[in-house]
């Protein structure tokens, strides 16, 4: 019984922890796709492409502060296709990558415990007729 007891928890911990790990990973999935559509979404609807890149920064970091993870650890790259940006019938690209970090491990200021970086991207095209 005691061995059966102490096996149990030795063997159950590793399990439960990278059952943790696998569901932070797929929350970094689901918050960069979300960010980096509302992101694109955002950005085309603007008037101005200064506008628009804020307004697409403050939906990316909504998105992912939703989902729990930090603001710091996320980069967007916003990508036009044509000379200008708000253009009717250009393509904007918004890409977004999220730091995922280790669960249950607390920060440590000279450690990187990220366990992986995920990306997404998504592509909006501005209305032609407004």
């Not at 932070?24 to 603007?46: C, E, I, N, R, T």
């Not at 669960?103 to 440590?108: D, E, T, W």
Request: hydrophobic letters at 50%; one cysteine or more; a negative charge.
């Amino acid at each position: 019984m005691v061995e059966f007891i102490f096996l149990g928890t030795l063997l159950l911990i590793p399990v439960v922890y990278l059952v943790l790990a696998v569901g932070s990973l797929q929350g970094g999935s689901y918050a960069s796709v979300g960010a980096a559509h509302q992101a694109a979404k955002v950005f085309v609807s603007s008037d101005s492409p200064g506008n628009g890149k804020l307004r697409a920064e403050r939906a990316a970091m909504l998105a992912v502060t939703d989902h729990g993870f930090d603001p710091s650890s996320v980069s967007m790259d916003i990508v036009c296709n044509g000379e200008k940006c708000l253009e009717p019938g250009s393509m904007v690209t918004v890409h977004i990558s999220v730091e995922v970090p280790l669960p249950l491990i607390p920060s440590m200021p000279a450690l990187d415990l990220s366990a992986a970086t995920v990306s997404a991207s998504a592509t909006e095209i501005v209305e032609r007729f407004g």
